[in-house]
């Protein structure tokens, strides 16, 4: 058995899910990235195991065409690769250690391939998928063909990203980015579902707009330091978490 499926396990015993305490959706940023490489399998299955809600994958495209579930534009940070992801053909990327650079442990991890990773978590968790580099089109054929239109939202750093998802598909879930009242009711023109902000920005009005008009709030908590934010998320209106450590999360929530 390959050591991560070992930690996989010792993770799952120790820490068996347990009953909600209080219904906040927890999305883990590139998996479990404190304890696993970020954008891989390992650390997507230890979400799966504390029972995530949502893992956030990166989503960017090869030269010849093929989506891969990796944050940077270049390779060399988390791989033994180098050169631009969209540079580089499948073949090249298909090879890559993607596990070595965070633990010897993890050797052995590939840069996942979007649809494989799609098929094989769906019904197992949702999806947060953060496009970097994509053909909107084929990526949301691909959503639809591996059955997360339901169970998944997007994000573009873009607002003109979010328009053309919008004109490909009207009603897949789409996240957008509001500080105030006035950008939540600008943001209303792309018929987004999630709203994710900073703690400091959550007014009363700001949360009484948001639930009048059908919007999950979704607290942003990946600035350094943010787990000293965790109980005032937890206390607050939020229905959602974008976060890090998702194991300190579960345990406020009772869930670990």
Not at 24 to 43: D, K, M
Not at 215 to 227: I, P, S, V
């Amino acid at each position: 058995m390959p050591t991560f499926l070992r930690i996989l396990l010792v993770i799952s015993i120790a820490c068996p899910p347990l009953a909600l305490a209080r219904d906040l959706e927890i999305v883990a940023h590139r998996g479990a990235n404190h304890v696993a490489p970020e954008n891989t399998y390992a650390a997507a299955e230890i979400c799966v195991a504390w029972g995530v809600e949502y893992v956030e994958v990166d989503v960017r495209t090869s030269r010849d065409g093929v989506m891969y579930v990796i944050h940077d534009s270049t390779l060399d940070r988390t791989t033994n690769g180098t050169g631009r992801v969209n540079e580089r053909d499948a073949e090249y990327i298909d090879r890559l250690d993607a596990g070595s650079w965070f633990g010897p442990e993890f050797a052995g991890q590939r840069v996942p391939r979007l649809r494989p990773f799609l098929e094989d978590y769906h019904g197992r968790i949702k999806v947060y998928f953060d496009v970097k580099d994509a053909d909107l089109t084929k990526l949301v054929a691909m959503v639809h063909e591996t059955g997360f239109a339901e169970d998944c939202f997007f994000w573009f750093s873009q607002d003109e990203r979010a328009a053309e998802l919008r004109r490909i598909d009207a009603n897949i879930p789409l996240k957008m980015n509001a500080v105030d009242v006035a950008g939540l009711k600008r943001v209303l023109a792309y018929n987004p579902q999630i709203i994710e902000y900073r703690l400091q920005n959550l007014t009363p009005e700001f949360a009484a707009f948001a639930h009048a008009n059908g919007l999950r709030l979704m607290a942003h908590a990946l600035h350094n330091g943010a787990e000293a934010q965790y109980q005032e998320i937890v206390d607050s209106a939020a229905d959602m978490v974008n976060l890090d450590r998702a194991d300190e999360m579960l345990k406020l929530l009772g869930r670990k």
